[in-house]
């Protein structure tokens, strides 16, 4: 052969190998596209599953108004168990003297005293003290468990300063704020329906949870009475009532959620023949069981919920709250990587329930730098996650955005269908038949306490953008969301003084 039939050969061989690897290069190409494809057809459904148009919110609004009416007719009536409190007098800012606290929700407890000064928002002053309860006791006995906290209120006493002692003819008045299921009998008392959070002390459920606090402070000689058996939210709404008068609801937003408000003593149905001097009743509506057919549920939701402790339970809370939305972004991008290789190499980490917290997810989702660079360190410390294209961190933080929009509309859903049950939404209540033209709108404050809300940027622009949606913004400017802290500890010593013995009692069953 000669030397041109060489360098033909050759050139053939060039063109043949050149095409060989164009093929290889197209085909990864190709495949990587149809890659890419599954995976944006995971985040379509996604997106499609969570939609929360105006409509669709409207339709919830009405479904928690409904319920609402439904679970005060009727013990067992409603999903929402529209718990009567007792609380018919919110602070008014009148109220003077100190007052104390206990906050007893998990494995701290909180010791506070509070100076109220007798005009409103005028706390002149406020110690707390924190304290770890030991571990034996959450199993143990009523009686130790009591007499451990009524020890630690003994020496918290001990220590006040001059001039913080109260009048000899006056007892110290406490409120005591209760984090776990309770049936409430008045303002002070309440039966233990169970216990959660890692106590189990078996004996004391089916107990009035009050007379074994009060029991334990008459023992140590404590000259000391519980005024007030509170739960946090309604705490949250005294805090915020104390402050701003037009306060008719508290909604918590944090690892769990609840709501309360201030309803009509006529319209709670079920407990007819209740006389209250002021005409209310706050009624504590247990809110995360909420449920209707209109909420946007995905298949990941129901798997959340199927492998649950708790199934078909709290379903609300499961969709809205810092407990779950960190979880459901992860089961969102375990799909993902099962249906691609777009992670690379399968990480165990993904398949590990709440893993990925949702403080993490909010911390993706707000990444504002240019490279992403927090949500690559997050899915590389977290999820072991390593070496993530910007394409792939793009895609992570639409999913986090799509999970905390739909949780954010659906809150401010919640929260309008309790102003639609008392007629501070524009219609003029769930039954009348006035068009929004003729209704004088009140300003209407709502107090609202968890992280999910005052340290989550984004949902609670959401949460505002979708109240203006739905209200339509004549209506929203009436309507303003107060952060309030602290419900759990000063709220619930608001209510000792809003309830002290010192006063007329104005719950009188007939």
């Known amino acids: 052969m000669g030397r041109r039939g060489v360098v033909a050969v050759a050139a053939v061989g060039v063109a043949v190998a050149a095409c060989v690897v164009a093929g290889v290069v197209v085909g990864k190409r190709v495949k990587s596209r149809r890659k890419w494809k599954r995976v944006m057809g995971v985040l379509r459904e996604l997106e499609e599953g969570c939609e929360t ?21 009727s013990e067992g009536g409603s999903k929402l168990k529209m718990l009567l409190t007792f609380v018919d007098n919110l602070p008014t800012g ?10 007893l929700g998990g494995t701290n407890f909180r010791v506070l005293r509070v ?38 209120l003994e020496q918290f006493v001990e220590k006040e300063g001059n001039g913080s002692e109260p009048p000899p003819i006056r007892r110290r008045e406490l409120g005591f704020t209760f984090s776990f299921p309770v049936k409430q009998t008045s303002v002070s008392s309440g039966i233990l329906i169970k216990w959660t959070k890692g106590f189990a002390i078996e004996s004391m459920v089916g107990q009035e949870v009050t007379e074994s606090l009060q029991r334990a402070l008459d023992k140590r000689g404590l000259d000391m009475r519980v005024a007030a058996l509170v739960n946090d939210t309604v705490g949250t709404l005294a805090l915020g009532h104390y402050h701003d008068e037009d306060t008719v609801a508290a909604v918590i937003i944090g690892t769990g ?37 209109h909420l946007p549920r995905t298949s990941y939701d129901i798997d959340l919920d199927a492998e649950s402790p708790n199934p078909n339970d709290q379903g609300f809370e499961k969709m ?20 691609s290789d777009i992670f690379g190499p399968a990480s165990s980490r993904l398949s590990m329930p709440f893993i990925l917290r949702t403080p993490l997810m909010a911390a993706m989702h707000e990444d504002d730098s240019p490279e992403l660079t927090e949500v690559a360190r997050i899915l590389n410390d977290v999820l072991e996650i390593p070496d993530v294209p910007l394409k792939v961190r793009k895609l992570i933080v639409k999913i986090c955005d799509v999970v905390t929009r739909r949780a954010a509309r659906l809150a401010a859903a919640g929260i309008v269908g309790i102003l639609k049950k008392i007629g501070r939404d524009g219609s003029g209540g769930i039954s009348s038949g ?46 303003t969301l107060k952060v309030t802290e602290d419900g759990s500890g000063i709220g619930a010593a608001l209510l000792a003084a809003s309830h002290s013995s010192y006063s007329v009692d104005t719950v009188q069953p007939l």
């Open 94 to 103: 009148s109220e003077k003297g100190i007052y104390y606290a206990l906050d």
């Open 257 to 293: 959620t609840n709501a309360c408000y201030l309803e009509r003593t006529d319209a709670i149905i079920k407990c007819q023949g209740l006389l209250t001097t002021s005409g209310g009743m706050v009624v504590n509506m247990e809110w995360g069981n909420f449920w209707s057919s």
């Open 115 to 152: 100076q109220l000064g007798g005009q409103r928002s005028s706390i002149l002053s406020s110690d707390v003290e924190r304290q770890p309860i030991p571990p034996e006791l959450m199993t143990g006995t009523s009686e130790d468990l009591f007499d451990f906290i009524a020890s630690a």
């Open 320 to 339: 809205i709250s810092g407990m779950y939305l960190g979880d459901i972004v992860r089961r969102v991008i375990l799909r993902m990587s099962e249906e």
């Open 434 to 479: 006035r068009s929004r033209s003729d209704i004088r709108m009140r300003r209407t404050v709502v107090a609202i306490e968890g992280g999910l809300y005052s340290s989550y940027t984004l949902f609670r622009e959401y949460l505002h953008e979708a109240l203006a949606d739905i209200l339509g913004d004549d209506i929203a400017q009436h309507v």
């Open 53 to 73: 148009a105006v409509s669709r919110l409207r339709q919830v609004v009405d479904a928690m108004a409904v319920e609402m009416h439904a679970g005060l007719a």
